[in-house]
C-alpha cells in the first residue's frame, strides 16, 4: 500500500522538477534577448504612400531615413535612446514648424546601441537645431549601417 502512494508522489516530483527546469531555462534565454535589445525613439516626420509623396514633403529637411514598412514610406529625421533628447529633437523642430512624432522602437543590434550612448551625450550637449541636425545625421548613417545592412 505505501507502495502504491510513495511511486506517484516520486514522478510528480520528478516531473515537477523537470519542467521547472525546463521553464526556467526558457526564462533564461528570452532575458537574454531582451538584455540584447534596447529601445530607442525614432523622430518620425511623416508617413508616405509614395515616393513623390516623400519629396514633396521633405524639402525642408536636410538628412533623413526613409524605411518601407506595409507598403508604407516612413521618414525619420533621427534616433536617440533618451526621451529627454526625442523631447528636445521635437521642441527644436516645432520651432521650424515642423512636427515630429516620437515613436519608440525596440532595437537588438548590440554595436549600434553602443554607438547611439556616445551620440546621446553629444546631442545632450547641443543648443541649436544645426548642432542636433548634425548629430542626428551621424546616427541615421549608423542606423543604416549598423541595422538596416545587416537585415
Not at 504612400?49 to 506595409?70: C, G, H, K, Y
Request: proline share 1%; with cysteine; net charge negative.
Amino acid at each position: 500500500m505505501k507502495l502504491k502512494v510513495i511511486i506517484p508522489m516520486v514522478a510528480a516530483i520528478l516531473l515537477g522538477y523537470f519542467c521547472g527546469k525546463f521553464v526556467f531555462q526558457q526564462y533564461e534565454k528570452n532575458e537574454s534577448v531582451f538584455q540584447d535589445a534596447g529601445i530607442v525613439y525614432f523622430l518620425q516626420q511623416g508617413v508616405y504612400t509614395s515616393t513623390d509623396s516623400v519629396a514633396q514633403n521633405t524639402d525642408e529637411l536636410s538628412d533623413f531615413l526613409t524605411t518601407i514598412e506595409d507598403g508604407k514610406y516612413y521618414v525619420y529625421v533621427g534616433i536617440t535612446s533618451k526621451e529627454e533628447n526625442a523631447n528636445k529633437v521635437k521642441e527644436a523642430y516645432q520651432k521650424e514648424n515642423i512636427e515630429l512624432y516620437i515613436k519608440p522602437v525596440v532595437v537588438s543590434n548590440k554595436e549600434f546601441l553602443n554607438n547611439l550612448e556616445q551620440y546621446d551625450i553629444l546631442l545632450s550637449a547641443c543648443n541649436t537645431l544645426d548642432e542636433m541636425n548634425a548629430v542626428l545625421k551621424t546616427v541615421v548613417a549608423s542606423y543604416q549601417e549598423s541595422v538596416l545592412n545587416q537585415s
